[in-house]
């Protein structure tokens, strides 16, 4: 099994044994690249270098990769009237495999804190939106994270 991400169409597909399953996404709002601060999604090769958030409630709001304890609400998002970068639910936390393009130095993806994560149901799929990360809705990454683990395969295509 593996996941490969289509920038252009914003389209995660999961690969498995029985056929395909895709998901609607949102990518880097900055577009595509692999540098430090770029607030842009990474192209290529990745692993999933850890599945966080196993057993916490649907909109369980992560932050430095540990539940706070929040869940997301409406009202919880009108008290940070300041712009919050909503990470919800699971989060697939992943690692570039090609050195000088996703991993070491400016340019590594894990270094980066680029995840697969869930986002409010409210923030849109379908176009690039995010800070970078690949969001998707929650009941999405609720689907996808039970059939993934440690070391598969991740690779996000432009096209």
């Known amino acids: 099994m593996h996941i490969t991400i289509h920038i252009a ?3 995660l597909v999961l690969h ?6 895709v998901y609607s996404i949102s990518s880097g ?3 595509i690249g692999q540098q430090n601060g770029s607030y842009q999604t990474p192209l290529g090769k990745h692993i999933i270098r850890a599945c966080i958030g ?4 649907e909109n369980a ?7 706070t304890g929040e869940v ?8 940070h009237a300041e712009r919050r970068d909503w990470i919800l639910t699971r989060i697939l936390w992943l690692s570039g ?19 697969i994560h869930g986002s409010p149901d409210t923030a849109e799929m379908g176009k690039p939106g995010s800070r ?19 070391g598969m395969r991740v690779t996000i295509l432009e096209d």
Do not use: W
Not at 54 to 57: C, H, N, T
């Open 9 to 11: 169409s914003q389209e």
């Open 16 to 21: 498995t044994p029985e056929g395909k399953c």
């Open 29 to 31: 709002a900055n577009g």
């Open 54 to 57: 196993e057993g916490l409630p």
């Open 61 to 67: 709001v992560l932050v430095g990769r540990r539940f």
């Open 72 to 79: 997301y609400s409406p009202e919880l998002r009108a008290q």
């Open 97 to 115: 495999l090609e050195p000088g393009f996703n991993r070491h130095g400016s340019v590594d993806t894990m270094r980066r804190y680029i995840y």
């Open 132 to 150: 970078g990360c690949i969001r998707m809705h929650n009941r999405d990454i609720l689907d996808l994270f039970p059939q993934t683990s440690p």
